[in-house]
Each structure stands twice: as C-alpha cells, then as structure tokens.
C-alpha cells in the first residue's frame, strides 16, 4: 500500500498543529522517519481492526488522531482561548 498521502497530510497537520514536535524532529533529521512510522502504524492497526470486523471508514476514525493527526500542542490551545 502506498501510504504517501497519508504521510503528506500529516506532515501539513505536524507543522501546523504541532510546530514544536515538527521543528525538533526535522533538526534533529528525524521527521521523515517519524512520518513513515506514523503512516505505517495507521495501516497495521486499520488493518488489524478491519480483520476484527470492523468497516474501514470506522477503523480510520479510531485510529488517524493517534498517529497521523495528533490534537494540537497545549501552547496553541492557549493561545486560541
């Protein structure tokens, strides 16, 4: 499965949402990887509920905010309230 517009997408998410995580892991040369990692748990764990049972619109809601689309950092709730 190519899962480079997961990757895309959540590379756009990581820079907006989370700015810090997103500068400290392209300094340090580690984004690419983070970002591989974090698609290909998404597929493993959609897969691994879709062998479960469940529909894969339904695995992809329980799944994508754990590593593809994780809730913005704390200083930008702050910020918007």
């Known amino acids: ?3 480079e517009n997961w990757i895309n997408q959540a590379r756009r998410h990581w820079q ?20 591989d990692e ?3 748990r998404t597929y493993q764990e959609m897969n691994a509920l879709t062998e479960a049972g469940f529909q894969e619109h ?3 809601e329980m799944v994508r905010q754990e590593y ?3 809730p913005e950092e704390a200083a930008l ?5």
């Open 1 to 3: 499965m190519n899962l």
């Open 58 to 60: 339904e695995a992809w």
């Open 16 to 35: 907006e949402f989370q700015p810090t995580r997103f500068k400290e892991l392209k300094k340090s040369g580690k984004l690419q990887a983070a970002l």
């Open 68 to 70: 593809l689309f994780p």
């Open 77 to 81: 709730k702050a910020k918007s309230v």
């Open 38 to 40: 974090a698609a290909e």
